[in-house]
T-cell receptor
Framework: SQQGEEDPQALSIQEGENATMNCSYK?????LQWYRQNSGRGLVHLIL?????REKHSGRLRVTLDTSKKSSSLLITASRAADTASYFC????????????FGTGTRLKVLA | DGGITQSPKYLFRKEGQNVTLSCEQN?????MYWYRQDPGQGLRLIYY???????QKGDIAEGYSVSREKKESFPLTVTSAQKNPTAFYLC???????????FGPGTRLTVL
């Protein structure tokens, strides 16, 4: 399969806790992006990290990238019920522009 | 408001019919994409277009067709040759081939 893989497939936490989800990919990348999808809606871009970056922050989001392991993680701190959604990573390959490869997603449920 | 729109939100098709899904953007983006999303499988690329009057097949183009006559518009036709068309279809656009993508709200197609 060309798709990346995300781990865990589903995650349930209490409000206020941190949520960590991981993404593994197979090819050399130019950048890796994280998206959020609320049920039955389109995807919303969260953050982009380039291959020469190791860590990036945006508000309560922290993304790390390890190109030697071909993996990335997304940390959501102090989670809220509104963070309940599916989260996808997508890679932009160095050899295939316009052909982003999406992971299978992590379904996050934040309990109030 | 700048954004990307899809219509209709829900679409029902009888077997043997062709149907066309609309996608319009006013973000002045050159690149546009069509994805198919099935439960638990993430997004798979159907077609993409880098520029007006040009488009390329993605990973699952069989049974689909597109056109790109205007920069703002990238309609997708699901033909009767597509044997299992029931899915959630997402349109997206981006400035270039490795940039963040902006997604429409999606069209849910059901074959009766």
């Amino acid at each position: 399969s060309q798709q990346g893989e995300e781990d865990p497939q589903a995650l349930s936490i209490q409000e206020g806790e941190n949520a960590t989800m991981n993404c593994s990919y197979k090819t050399s990348i130019n950048n890796l992006q994280w998206y959020r999808q609320n049920s039955g809606r389109g995807l919303v871009h969260l953050i982009l990290i380039r291959s020469n970056e190791r860590e990036k922050h945006s508000g309560r989001l922290r993304v790390t990238l390890d190109t030697s392991k071909k993996s990335s993680s997304l940390l959501i701190t102090a989670s809220r019920a509104a963070d309940t959604a599916s989260y996808f990573c997508a890679t932009a390959s160095t050899s295939g522009t316009y052909k982003y490869i999406f992971g299978t997603g992590t379904r996050l449920k934040v309990l109030a | 408001d700048g954004g990307i729109t899809q219509s209709p939100k829900y679409l029902f098709r009888k077997e043997g019919q062709n149907v066309t899904l609309s996608c319009e953007q006013n973000l002045n983006h050159d690149a546009m994409y069509w994805y198919r999303q099935d439960p638990g499988q993430g997004l798979r690329l159907i077609y993409y277009s880098q520029i007006v009057n040009d488009f390329q097949k993605g990973d699952i183009a069989e049974g689909y067709s597109v056109s790109r006559e205007k920069k703002e518009s990238f309609p997708l036709t699901v033909t009767s040759a597509q044997k299992n068309p029931t899915a959630f279809y997402l349109c997206a656009s981006s400035i270039g081939g490795m940039d963040e993508q902006f997604f429409g709200p999606g069209t849910r197609l059901t074959v009766l």
